[in-house]
């Protein structure tokens, strides 16, 4: 139990183009789902949190306008990079947690390149 | 402000000993403390979970502590294998449910 997908696992772009990346839990309802990026040999970025049915709350530093989060269900959850440029080009993971639980679980990531 | 601190970068071992990892923190108590594992272009994966009221959890060859007053935890793998090699994370949070920090990672080797 508690799988949660990504997609696409991987995608390139040219830069000004915006990309859309898709996270759901497959066998649990997750009411707060949450985006993170990830740059080599670091560790996780939290940039967002988002309650299934309100606005995503973003971490400082994170352009809201730019990183476009949408929770429209229990298990769905997008994250749209607009206007992606090269410095955009990182590995986004997703997690999701169930309502009243501490843990998370974490999709696959997706990596972007932006050329 | 709140710092999380993990042993070392890299750690590497002798298949079939015991791991230890370690997870400390600073500028703030923890009531939940939670470790990953994160292998190369994945997601973390979940592993256990430990309350400030619980000193020690197991999980299989998985075993982690919780000192809130030394505000340290430690993580072992008994009996440790080659599929063990991979980056553990640590994760306080003030509150059960509350989002959490990342730790830098301890990047963990098991040489058979």
């Known amino acids: 139990g508690a799988v949660v997908s990504q997609h696409p696992s991987w995608v390139i772009c040219k830069s000004g183009t915006s990309v859309k990346i898709e996270c759901r839990s497959l066998d649990f309802q997750a009411t707060t789902m949450f985006w993170y990026r990830q740059f080599p040999k670091q560790s996780l970025m939290l940039m967002a949190t988002?309650?299934?049915?309100?606005?995503?709350?973003?971490e400082q530093g994170v352009e809201k306008d730019k990183f476009l989060i949408n929770h429209a269900s229990l298990t769905l959850s997008t994250l749209t990079v607009t206007s992606a440029h090269p410095e955009d080009s990182s590995f986004y993971i997703c997690?999701?947690?169930?309502?009243?639980?501490?843990?998370?679980?974490f999709g696959p990531g997706t990596r972007l390149t932006v050329t | 402000s709140q710092k999380i601190e993990q042993n070392s970068e890299a750690l590497n071992i002798q298949e079939g000993k015991t791991a230890t990892l370690t997870c400390n923190y600073t500028?703030?108590?923890?009531?939940?403390l939670q470790w990953y594992r994160q292998d190369p272009g994945r997601g973390p994966v979940f592993l256990l979970l430990?309350?400030?009221?619980?000193k020690e959890k197991r999980k299989e060859r998985l075993k982690v502590t919780f000192d809130t007053t030394l505000k340290q935890s430690l993580f072992h793998i008994t009996a440790s294998q080659p599929a063990d090699s991979a980056t553990y994370l640590c994760?306080?949070?003030?509150?059960?449910?509350?989002?959490?920090?990342f730790g830098p990672g301890t990047r963990l080797s098991v040489l058979p």
């Open positions: 988002s309650n299934e049915g309100s606005k995503a709350t973003y």
């Open positions: 500028n703030y108590s923890p009531a939940y």
């Open positions: 430990i309350r400030e009221n619980e």
């Open positions: 997690s999701a947690r169930a309502q009243g639980a501490g843990e998370q679980y």
């Open positions: 994760a306080p949070s003030l509150r059960y449910g509350q989002n959490f920090v």
